[in-house]
């Protein structure tokens, strides 16, 4: 019996081939083909998770008038 061979492809783009590196480079468990796409992957993670942060306290409207 043959072993089954993982498919790894590249969270940013799709790709399932390699593009400036050697190997896949993991990030969170995540596979990227170049650091390009880890790095793009990165940047909009990190800007999608400060949208879901709540505002600071100091910032919200005062209710009192």
């Given at each position: 019996m043959r072993g089954k061979k993982s498919?790894?492809?590249c969270e940013q783009?799709?790709?399932d081939?390699?593009?400036c590196t050697v190997d896949f480079?993991?990030?969170h468990h995540l596979?990227?083909?170049s650091p390009g796409c880890c790095e793009e992957y990165r940047n909009a993670d990190e800007?999608?998770?400060a949208a879901k942060e709540p505002p600071a306290a100091g910032a919200r409207a005062s209710k009192a008038a």
């Open positions: 498919v790894i492809y783009c799709g790709s081939t390699l593009s480079i993991t990030f596979s990227f083909c800007l999608k998770r």
